[in-house]
């Protein structure tokens, strides 16, 4: 029988406005109310705007809110603001700042997704705090909140009781993590598994994947079929000659021809592949080094490690140490 009843309520409350991006709103959203069921908590989940009534969305579904206004001694175990196309105008708003900034006063936990940083930067919630949004925002977060310490690689950072996210998606990543926090890994990564995500990723991943990198700079998918070989084929020799071979060219025509259609040597692909493969299992697996060196294609630790380090500047070792995501029984 569950133990849902007898835990404690945890209030979410979300803030949009008009023109918020529905998905910001809905995939953290969902993270939590599936939390309920599959993991047994006692999430309660409010959406609340400016003013009471239907708020507008950035697709035809507009979204039934409660006023902030209503919220004036109750106290909120986590607050989180979207983003989307009307963070401008809304990060502008001086009744909007206003609210924000009484409500993170009741807020245990504060956050935000995608451009939704910019409405907690405006109410001076990010000052002197490392923070992240949409990548192709950073750089605007930064110039418009000095005080902001805005880095545009990771998926979410955590601050104290303050968290941002990086684009859309990368909401549930952050939702994900903070039923880690409140329940457990074990808890959040079954949560994972029931909403079908690929993986559960730690906030300092960098938001940029080389496999989506890959497929973006192939823009006619010539080559697509091929990166699944490779993925799927990391063990074995794949020197140019063996590439060519698979989608039937010469080893001299497939180097010059893939060089420019990706931007990058065969050989830069591959290592690229077998290094984003090797910071998977390091990420999610108990696996020794020298096992994902072998399930890699890397030949030799070594080899790891110099590729590990090229990559994202730690060790194979140190980057375990600092985004591995091995059981807790495990890591006792």
Same mark, same amino acid.
């Given at each position: 029988?569950?133990?849902?009843?007898?835990?404690?309520?945890?209030?979410?409350?979300?803030?949009?406005?008009?023109?918020?991006?529905?998905?910001?709103?809905?995939?953290? *959203?969902?993270?939590?109310?599936?939390?309920?069921?599959?993991?047994?908590?006692?999430?309660?989940?409010?959406?609340?705007?400016?003013?009471?009534?239907?708020?507008?969305?950035?697709?035809?579904?507009?979204?039934?809110?409660?006023?902030?206004?209503?919220?004036?001694?109750?106290?909120? +175990?986590?607050?989180?603001?979207?983003?989307?196309?009307?963070?401008?105008?809304?990060?502008?708003?001086?009744?909007?700042?206003?609210?924000?900034?009484?409500?993170?006063?009741?807020?245990?936990?504060?956050?935000?997704?995608?451009?939704?940083?910019?409405?907690?930067?405006?109410?001076?919630?990010?000052?002197?705090?490392?923070?992240?949004?949409?990548?192709?925002?950073?750089?605007?977060?930064?110039?418009?909140?000095?005080?902001?310490?805005?880095?545009?690689?990771?998926?979410?950072?955590? +601050?104290?009781?303050?968290?941002?996210?990086?684009?859309?998606?990368?909401?549930?990543?952050?939702?994900?993590?903070?039923?880690?926090?409140?329940?457990?890994?074990?808890?959040?990564?079954?949560?994972?598994?029931?909403?079908?995500?690929?993986?559960?990723?730690?906030?300092?991943?960098?938001?940029?994947?080389?496999?989506?990198?890959?497929?973006?700079?192939?823009?006619?998918?010539?080559?697509?079929?091929?990166?699944?070989?490779?993925?799927?084929?990391?063990?074995?020799?794949?020197?140019?000659?063996? *590439?060519?071979?698979?989608?039937?060219?010469?080893? $001299?025509?497939?180097?010059?021809?893939?060089?420019?259609?990706?931007?990058?040597?065969?050989?830069?692909?591959?290592?690229?592949?077998?290094?984003?493969?090797?910071?998977?299992?390091?990420?999610?697996?108990?696996?020794?080094?020298?096992?994902?060196?072998?399930?890699?294609?890397?030949?030799?630790?070594?080899?790891? $490690?110099?590729?590990?380090?090229?990559?994202?500047?730690?060790?194979?070792?140190?980057?375990?140490?600092?985004?591995?995501?091995?059981?807790?029984?495990?890591?006792?």
């Amino acid at each position: 029988m569950s133990s849902f009843s007898a835990k404690p309520v945890h209030t979410v409350v979300f803030i949009v406005f008009p023109h918020v991006k529905l998905l910001d709103l809905s995939g953290a *959203l969902q993270v939590f109310e599936d939390a309920n069921d599959v993991c047994s908590a006692n999430y309660q989940t409010k959406i609340l705007a400016l003013e009471a009534g239907p708020v507008k969305t950035d697709t035809v579904v507009s979204i039934s809110c409660e006023p902030l206004s209503q919220w004036s001694q109750r106290a909120i +175990d986590t607050l989180i603001v979207a983003g989307g196309p009307g963070t401008r105008a809304a990060s502008a708003n001086p009744d909007l700042i206003a609210e924000v900034q009484r409500v993170a006063q009741i807020s245990k936990r504060v956050a935000s997704i995608c451009t939704g940083a910019f409405v907690l930067a405006a109410a001076g919630l990010l000052d002197h705090k490392r923070a992240v949004t949409h990548w192709d925002s950073c750089a605007l977060l930064q110039d418009s909140f000095p005080m902001v310490r805005v880095e545009s690689d990771p998926i979410y950072i955590r +601050d104290g009781q303050v968290w941002t996210s990086a684009g859309v998606t990368a909401g549930i990543d952050m939702a994900l993590a903070m039923v880690a926090a409140d329940h457990g890994r074990v808890a959040a990564l079954a949560l994972a598994k029931s909403l079908v995500t690929y993986m559960m990723r730690p906030g300092g991943q960098s938001q940029f994947s080389p496999v989506l990198d890959q497929q973006a700079s192939d823009a006619n998918g010539r080559f697509d079929a091929l990166h699944s070989w490779i993925i799927e084929n990391l063990t074995r020799d794949l020197r140019v000659e063996r *590439l060519a071979e698979q989608v039937n060219m010469s080893a $001299r025509n497939f180097a010059r021809v893939y060089t420019a259609e990706t931007g990058s040597s065969p050989a830069r692909a591959v290592e690229r592949l077998r290094v984003e493969t090797a910071r998977r299992l390091l990420e999610d697996t108990g696996l020794s080094i020298s096992a994902i060196t072998g399930r890699c294609g890397f030949g030799d630790t070594e080899r790891l $490690r110099r590729a590990m380090t090229k990559a994202f500047g730690l060790s194979a070792n140190d980057y375990r140490k600092h985004f591995g995501a091995v059981a807790e029984a495990d890591r006792r």
